[in-house]
């Protein structure tokens, strides 16, 4: 079976590669992207089955990056997850307001990411 592709846009190098070995220790193919450009090329070569998109970026605003996906033909169906250090109560807010999957506090840790992940394949996307 296909293993299922994440893509992951933070401004954090560090962050980004905490994330990408929690997700890929878990089975899953991912790649990240630290800025816009970097992640609008790996969109368009990747083809992800999620996209996961930290909120507070210096060149983008993730929740910009989740309404303009979910209003383009071709990035629609893809699910956003909010990735953030905001507590889970304002992510929920916003991931409502934008249209996102799902969302996840950076303050439950990235074992709560690797669980959370899972939880929204299975249930969610297929």
């Avoid at 790996?42 to 996961?52: D, E, G, M």
């Avoid at 250090?85 to 929920?92: C, H, P, T």
């Avoid at 409502?96 to 799902?102: C, I, L, N, R, S």
């Amino acid at each position: 079976m296909e293993r299922r592709k994440i893509l992951i846009i933070d401004d954090s190098e560090i962050t980004l590669a905490m994330e990408k070995s929690v997700l890929e220790a878990r089975g899953y193919e991912v790649e990240a992207a630290s800025t816009l450009q970097e992640f609008e090329k790996l969109l368009k070569a990747f083809r992800p089955h999620l996209i996961l998109t930290d909120i507070h970026m210096p060149e983008a605003k993730g929740t910009d990056i989740c309404r303009t996906l979910k209003n383009e033909y071709g990035t629609q169906d893809i699910p956003i997850v909010l990735f953030s250090s905001l507590n889970d109560d304002e992510l929920e807010k916003l991931a409502d307001q934008v249209g996102a999957d799902g969302f996840l506090s950076k303050a439950n840790g990235l074992e709560a990411l690797g669980e959370k992940v899972d939880e929204l394949v299975s249930s969610i996307l297929w």
